[in-house]
């Protein structure tokens, strides 16, 4: 079964710097891959989404990620960050043949806190 | 894109009894999707909902505790059954839009349950 790894469960850094949150995944076959950003008491937002093609990928509010098949990683960066970045961070993979189901499993997010 | 509709919104309830949220999509979808985030974790799927059959549930989920309606292709509804305070949780619902080159995951604003 698909499964979704982020190691960092908190990323403190100082507003301006730079951020990774690392995102890893289990299967080798064709996936779709998805980052979405969970703000404090609110639902679920999509920053951005690989499907196919390049494997940079650019998303909302200045934030990217780079698909690398052969790590099986999907990781999310951005080069400075903003006070009001703090938030929870999930990745989400979902098999591109999804058959009957198409579910859309998520890793255990990571809290990015930015500080000033 | 898509516009999903939950509620109630947030609810406290006594154990013991049930709840049931309800979904609406703004569009017809084939499989709708249930989602439980417990406090400082990450979403974890309960089951899928397709149109005109049972529910599939993922390990460790019930249909005697999580049922799960399906009446038509814009709206679901899930009933926590004989609820403790373990099931004190968000409880989202999710459906995917668009087509297989530009696919995404839109989520209700999730239902905040807590049981006392």
């Known amino acids: 079964a698909q499964s979704v790894t982020q190691l960092d469960s908190q990323v403190p850094v100082f507003e301006e710097a730079p951020v990774e949150l690392r995102c890893n995944y289990s299967s080798s076959v064709s996936v779709y891959l998805f980052w979405y950003v969970q703000y404090p008491n609110q639902g679920l937002q999509l920053l951005l989404k690989y499907l196919s093609g390049s494997t940079l990928v650019k998303g909302i509010n200045g934030f990217e990620a780079e698909f690398n098949k052969s790590q099986t990683s999907f990781h999310l960066r951005k080069p400075s960050v903003h006070i009001s970045d703090t938030a929870e961070y999930f990745c989400a993979v979902r098999d591109h043949y999804g058959g009957a189901t198409n579910k859309l499993i998520f890793g255990t997010g990571t809290l990015l806190a930015v500080q000033p | 894109s898509a516009v999903i509709s939950q509620k109630p919104s947030r609810d406290i309830c006594q154990r013991g009894t049930s709840l049931t949220i309800q979904c609406q999509v703004d569009s017809q979808v084939t499989m709708m999707f249930w989602y439980r985030q417990q406090p400082g974790q990450s979403l974890t799927l309960i089951a899928t909902?397709?149109?005109?059959?049972?529910?599939?549930?993922e390990s460790g989920f019930v249909i005697d505790k999580f049922p799960i309606s399906r009446p038509n292709l814009t709206f679901s509804t899930l009933t926590v059954s004989n609820m403790s305070p373990e099931d004190s949780s968000i409880y989202l619902c999710?459906?995917?839009?668009?087509?297989?080159?530009?696919?995404?995951?839109?989520f209700g604003q999730g239902t905040r349950l807590t049981v006392v």
């Open positions: 999710s459906a995917w839009t668009g087509t297989s080159m530009n696919t995404e995951a839109f």
């Open positions: 909902a397709n149109q005109g059959s049972e529910a599939t549930y």
